[in-house]
C-alpha cells in the first residue's frame, strides 16, 4: 500500500489542483503491478496473522526437540497452559515424576532444578494450568492423561519403578461438590493410571 501512494503521489502535478500530468506509459505500468502486489498482499494478509494452533496433543517429557536453559533444565511448553521440565541425568535416589496444576506450572524448571540437586533424575515435571486428576481436556489435560502419556514416552518412565508426586486435587474441588465418594474416587483412579510399578508418593 505504501507503494502505491508513492507512485500515485509522484504522478499528480498539484493536489487537488486544476492541472495534473498525464502519466507516461512506465508509471502506468508501475501503478498497476503496485496495485496488483497490494491486492495480492491483502489476500493473503489474513492468513499471516492467524495464531498458529494450539496442539490437540499434550506431550510428555521431551518429545520435542529441544536445548537446556542455563541450569541445564530442558522446558517446553505445548501450549499456553501447559509446561513440561526434564533433567536427563541419573540420580541416585532414582527417576521422579511430578504432576501439578498452575503452582506446578509457575516453577517447572526450579522444580526439576532442585530435585536434580537433591540426588533425583531422570526427573520429569509437568504442569498445567486448572489442571484437575480426571476432567481435563485436549489443551488442559488432567492427571490421568498426563502421567498415561509421560509414561509411555520413554522406557525409564514406562518400564523402571520411578516415583511420582500428584500435586493436584484443588482444582477438583468444585466436581466433587463435598462428596467424599467422588474425591476418594478420584484418588484410586489416579493409583490405578500411575500402575503397579511407579511408587507414588
Known sequence: MLILVALAGSMA????GATASVPSSAQAVQVAAAVELTQAASAFEPAVRLKPPV???????????TTPDTAGVF???????QRVAATPETGPKGAIIVIGDSLTWQTTAETAAQL???????VCVSG???????FG???IPDGLDTIARIRSSAAVWRDGEPKVV????TNDSGFSTNSLTAATSYV????????PTAKPV
Open 75 to 81: 522446558v517446553i511448553n505445548p501450549n499456553q497452559y
Open 137 to 139: 481436556n485436549a489443551e
Open 188 to 195: 484410586s483412579n489416579m493409583l490405578d493410571a500411575i500402575g
Open 13 to 16: 502535478g498539484h493536489v487537488g
Open 166 to 169: 500428584i500435586a493436584l486435587g
Open 116 to 122: 536434580r540437586t537433591s540426588g533425583w533424575g531422570p
Open 128 to 134: 498445567t494450568i486448572s489442571a484437575t486428576v480426571q
Open 55 to 65: 496442539p490437540t496433543v499434550p506431550v510428555g517429557c521431551l518429545q520435542y526437540a
